[in-house]
């Protein structure tokens, strides 16, 4: 039996070298590929979000060879990351001590401790990353909403996941901006009925917003993501902006048709990211 073939289709990527073990309350899911993720049973969970920022930020940003995730919970943005770019070194901060443990053990089951260095703190800290050199792409999955707004999660480790605990898009933003390598992007996810708020956030930290890529849950639905990329305006020509024609808004990637089956525009990010195209 070739165990790297599920419905038709093949696996791509590495095999994992494993060896860490289930503890109880947690899961160990298929993130990419053959590559898995620890995560708590009731606790913050990666979703399409994660999924989808990276494959974003790693498609305009090819090259990459250092990385730097914002808020990296329990890893799922930066870990798929590392699996797209398996020559790039990557570095997460995450202010959840809980998160990190799970963050750990993942970098450990898929072989990537040598590459993949996690840090506790706080995104805002303006020494993060102190000493180290700048990054090529930040990457980030800010919370979407005010503390208050909405109901808070049962779990702890998932209410800074959904509100606005420890900054806002803006200081995603502003962070990235001192991060990043001359040339470097920063890509970052957040819902359409607030494109507002992150195209402030990008502006006012003197980011060029470059790309944006509407995503919709189900076809016929008006609620969806966009996925956004940007660089530092220095790095770029005067007047960029308008010549270009920026930013560039290519057509809506669809999650699923109106009758639940998986849309074709989504297919291809599917098999990207280690996923199997879900068509029949």
């Not at 038709?8 to 990419?32: I, R, S």
């Not at 053959?34 to 990666?46: P, T």
């Not at 890893?75 to 790039?88: K, N």
């Not at 970098?107 to 303006?126: K, Q, T």
């Amino acid at each position: 039996m070739n165990e790297r073939a599920f419905k038709g289709w093949t696996k791509p990527g590495p095999m994992p070298p494993g060896g860490v073990e289930l503890e109880p309350d947690e899961t160990l899911d298929f993130l990419c590929g053959h590559w898995r993720l620890f995560q708590y049973a009731k606790g913050h969970r990666f979703s399409v979000d994660d999924i989808l920022t990276a494959w974003f930020g790693t498609s305009w940003c090819p090259s990459a060879r250092r990385i730097a995730d914002l808020g990296s919970g329990i890893g799922s943005v930066g870990m798929s990351a590392a699996w797209r770019c398996p020559g790039a070194v990557v570095h997460t901060v995450e202010a959840q001590t809980i998160s990190i443990r799970l963050a750990r053990k993942s970098a450990a089951y898929n072989g990537v401790l040598d590459r993949y260095h996690i840090h506790e703190g706080d995104l805002r800290d303006p020494n993060l990353f102190q000493g180290e050199a700048p990054f090529d792409l930040v990457l980030g999955s800010p919370p979407y909403w005010p503390l208050g707004s909405r109901v808070e999660a049962e779990h702890p480790q998932a209410v800074p996941a959904r509100l606005e605990v420890r900054g806002t898009i803006a200081d995603y933003a502003q962070c990235a901006a001192r991060l990043l390598a001359p040339g470097g992007v920063f890509a970052c996810v957040f819902p359409l009925d607030q494109v507002d708020r992150a195209e402030a956030a990008y502006r006012d930290a003197d980011l060029l917003l470059l790309r944006r890529q509407d995503v919709i849950f189900k076809e016929g639905a008006d609620y969806g993501l966009g996925l956004f990329v940007g660089s530092r305006r220095q790095d770029l020509p005067d007047g960029f902006l308008t010549a270009a024609e920026l930013p560039a808004r290519p057509e809506p990637i669809l999650i699923r048709r109106a009758d639940g089956r998986v849309h074709p525009s989504i297919a291809l990010v599917r098999i990207a990211m280690g996923f199997p195209p879900g068509l029949a």
